[in-house]
């Protein structure tokens, strides 16, 4: 089975700061890897994915990921984040054997003005 | 493209009874997936319809069940509701595109809470 772990749960930055979270998964075969964001009061919304290719993604807003699949590792990064930033986002995986996500606990970011 | 539309938005019920939610997707989607969504067990992946076939399926009892109709849109059922199913419960759909290169997209949920 497969499984996803963001290991920060709460980060709290403030504005221009770096972000970087972190998200690992467990699983042998081939994967597809996932960052999407649920804003306050709203639905989850893609940030980006990585299928294959090149393993740095960018996404929308300025996102982007890497896929180290040595370190079974999918980190999002951005250099500068906004108050708008303010989220939780939730790492997610799946095998390309259907559409089932795992998705890691979340992690809440708050990003002080 | 409309997204995904989920209806009732809100829902209460008492132990005990059963409920429908219902779930649009995408137009031109082919697969639609259904999560639970709670403060203790984050999302979990509950089943997914593919032309009206559930295709996979997590690891929830048989209350849960669900179906997917021509037009490709879905309902999830759920009887003698307990306490503990109480969560906002998201819909997603996806092309279904074979391989494993689909995304997913989900609407806005319907939040169920039972009394």
């Known amino acids: 089975a497969q499984s996803v772990s963001q290991h920060n749960h709460h980060v709290i930055l403030s504005e221009a700061a770096s972000l970087e979270l972190g998200c690992n998964y467990s699983?042998?075969?081939?994967?597809?890897l996932f960052w999407y964001v649920q804003y306050p009061g709203q639905h989850l919304q893609l940030l980006l994915k990585?299928?294959?290719?090149?393993?740095l993604v960018k996404g929308i807003k300025g996102f982007e990921a890497e896929f180290i699949k040595s370190k079974f590792s999918f980190n999002l990064r951005k250099p500068s984040v906004q108050w708008s930033d303010t989220a939780e986002y939730f790492c997610?995986?799946?095998?390309?054997?259907?559409?089932?996500?795992?998705f890691g606990g979340g992690t809440r970011l708050m990003v002080k003005p | 493209k409309a997204g995904v539309t989920q209806t009732p938005r809100y829902l209460i019920k008492t132990r005990g009874q059963q409920v429908t939610l219902s779930c649009s997707p995408i137009?031109?989607?082919?697969?639609v997936s259904w999560y639970q969504q709670t403060p203790g067990q984050g999302l979990q992946f509950l089943f997914e319809?593919?032309?009206?076939?559930?295709?996979n399926k997590g690891n929830f009892p048989g209350r849960f069940s669900g179906r997917q109709f021509s037009n490709s849109r879905s309902e999830m059922n759920v009887s003698t509701l307990e306490l503990g199913d109480s969560a906002l419960y998201l819909c997603?759909?996806?092309?279904?595109?074979?391989?494993?290169?689909?995304?997913?997209?989900f609407g806005p949920g319907t939040r169920l809470t039972v009394l």
């Open positions: 997603a759909s996806s092309p279904g595109f074979a391989g494993g290169l689909d995304t997913q997209y």
């Open positions: 699983y042998g075969g081939t994967v597809n």
């Open positions: 990585y299928f294959s290719g090149d393993p």
């Open positions: 997610a995986v799946k095998n390309n054997a259907g559409n089932m996500l795992t």
């Open positions: 137009s031109g989607h082919r697969s």
């Open positions: 319809y593919f032309s009206e076939t559930q295709r």
